[in-house]
């Protein structure tokens, strides 16, 4: 799952309460600029990426826990499965989290 933060210390907190809760294994955060099209207008923004690394099965409850925390009204949420990786990388995940 990805979401922006316009706000890199607000990024961390989610990072962190995703760890924390044990519905991700780890997060990755990226500094990005976007330009996008919200209300009619055309914006441009500094915005933190977070990558997410977690299960499936989880994407409901991950999703819940960032638009409970997320200060946009419309956060970017999507799920990208992994088709194909590293045993021991997917293993890490699984055990990091519940």
Known sequence: MITAYPDREEANKLAKLLV???LAAGV???PMESVYRWRGKICEAGEISLHIKSRGE???RVAAVI???H???VPEI???PIVDGLPAYLEWIG???E
């Open 28 to 30: 990755q955060m990226f």
């Open 67 to 69: 638009r409970e925390n």
């Open 78 to 80: 999507v799920r990208i």
């Open 71 to 73: 200060p946009y009204e």
């Open 58 to 60: 989880f994407f409901d």
């Open 20 to 22: 924390e809760q044990r």
């Open 95 to 97: 055990d990091c989290t």
